[in-house]
């Protein structure tokens, strides 16, 4: 939370820009603006590469540091939480490995059909038990050296093998369920900690008890379960905060560059005032709702 409000901030000051010198006849009707439309390409190409280069070199240094400062911090905060998610991202996908596995998921699945918590497991419309197969999300596998992978959920493909190779006659062989090979991408890794149809599938599955998350709903939930669950979370946090400075990163850019070709080509004797500001929006998780520009003279 505290770097949430940090970027925030950082964007304010960002778009809060106002430069003092075209202030003082600023109440002038009868000003004239005077814009020098000339401009050197290796000032853009400086801005591009790094924010603050160009009014350095034409000695406007207050807006050098600004635009530098706004850089190295966005660029450590960067660098920082992207690789601190990164880190724990792998963290917690071993531990995913170490305690979730096919073979349980699918030998397991059932034992909770006469359980007290079945009421977790069933379809909301009809009270029905969820067929192993009738998950809203699936998991692609390869079995048996074939080069086309297998999908679960409800296709014919899954429910034949389940019904005649994994489980025949409700028993399942966990010899070839252990030959499985599951295709461990980024779905595959949310799906094992976000949705409970793949509950059955963690190593202390029998330590299930039930949790209300923030929005009322009611969940499957066990250590293991809510250690990655947590860590998983944890680990997007950092990334989001990574991209919120990756973001600033553009902005100081945009506007660096936007300062050489419009703002320091304007006439010093101009009668000139500009002002950047952000809109607040409640919606948007950084609270930023868009840039007004204000020009007068």
Same mark, same amino acid.
């Given at each position: 939370m505290?770097?949430?409000?940090?970027?925030?901030?950082?964007? *304010?000051?960002? /778009? $809060?820009?106002? #430069?003092?010198?075209?202030?003082s006849? /600023?109440y002038? %009707?009868?000003?004239?603006?005077?814009?020098?439309?000339?401009?050197?390409?290796?000032?853009?190409?400086?801005?591009?590469?790094?924010?603050?280069?160009?009014?350095?070199?034409? +000695?406007?240094?207050?807006?050098?540091?600004?635009? #530098?400062?706004?850089?190295?911090?966005?660029? +450590?905060?960067?660098?920082?939480?992207?690789?601190?998610?990164?880190?724990?991202?792998?963290?917690? =996908?071993?531990?995913?490995?170490?305690?979730? *596995?096919?073979?349980n998921?699918?030998?397991?699945?059932y034992?909770?059909?006469n359980?007290? /918590?079945?009421?977790? /497991?069933?379809?909301e419309?009809?009270?029905?038990?969820?067929?192993?197969?009738?998950?809203?999300?699936?998991?692609?596998?390869?079995?048996?050296?074939?080069?086309?992978?297998?999908t679960? +959920?409800?296709?014919? %493909?899954?429910?034949?093998?389940?019904?005649?190779?994994?489980?025949?006659?409700?028993?399942?062989?966990?010899?070839?369920?252990n030959?499985? =090979?599951?295709?461990?991408?980024?779905h595959?890794?949310?799906?094992?900690?976000?949705?409970?149809h #793949?509950?059955?599938?963690?190593?202390?599955?029998?330590?299930?008890?039930? #949790?209300?998350? $923030?929005?009322?709903?009611?969940?499957?939930?066990s250590?293991?379960?809510?250690?990655? =669950?947590?860590?998983?979370?944890? *680990?997007a %946090?950092?990334? =989001?905060?990574?991209?919120?400075?990756?973001?600033?990163?553009?902005?100081?850019?945009?506007?660096?560059?936007?300062?050489?070709?419009?703002f *320091?080509?304007?006439?010093?004797n101009?009668?000139?005032?500009?002002?950047?500001?952000?809109l607040?929006?409640?919606?948007?998780?950084?609270?930023?709702?868009?840039?007004?520009?204000s020009?007068?003279?």
């Amino acid at each position: 939370m505290v770097y949430k409000l940090y970027i925030l901030v950082l964007f *304010s000051f960002v /778009f $809060s820009i106002s #430069f003092e010198r075209y202030q003082s006849n /600023f109440y002038n %009707q009868d000003s004239i603006l005077n814009y020098d439309s000339k401009y050197d390409t290796r000032d853009i190409i400086k801005s591009l590469l790094l924010p603050g280069w160009s009014q350095y070199s034409k +000695g406007e240094y207050k807006k050098a540091i600004f635009f #530098f400062g706004i850089e190295s911090i966005a660029i +450590g905060i960067y660098y920082y939480n992207n690789k601190r998610g990164l880190d724990l991202e792998e963290k917690t =996908r071993d531990f995913g490995d170490q305690h979730w *596995s096919f073979t349980n998921w699918i030998t397991d699945y059932y034992n909770f059909e006469n359980s007290n /918590f079945r009421y977790i /497991f069933e379809r909301e419309e009809t009270g029905a038990y969820k067929e192993l197969w009738e998950g809203g999300h699936k998991i692609e596998f390869w079995y048996n050296e074939e080069p086309s992978t297998y999908t679960t +959920g409800d296709n014919v %493909q899954f429910i034949e093998l389940y019904e005649n190779t994994f489980c025949p006659n409700g028993v399942c062989n966990e010899e070839i369920l252990n030959s499985v =090979r599951v295709n461990k991408d980024h779905h595959y890794y949310e799906n094992i900690g976000k949705y409970d149809h #793949f509950f059955s599938g963690w190593d202390d599955n029998q330590d299930i008890y039930e #949790f209300q998350k $923030s929005s009322g709903e009611l969940i499957a939930m066990s250590p293991n379960k809510k250690k990655y =669950r947590m860590d998983w979370e944890e *680990s997007a %946090q950092f990334n =989001r905060i990574a991209d919120y400075a990756l973001y600033a990163i553009y902005t100081n850019h945009i506007l660096s560059l936007l300062d050489i070709l419009v703002f *320091s080509k304007i006439n010093k004797n101009s009668k000139f005032n500009y002002q950047i500001n952000t809109l607040y929006n409640s919606n948007n998780k950084m609270g930023l709702g868009g840039v007004v520009l204000s020009i007068k003279w």
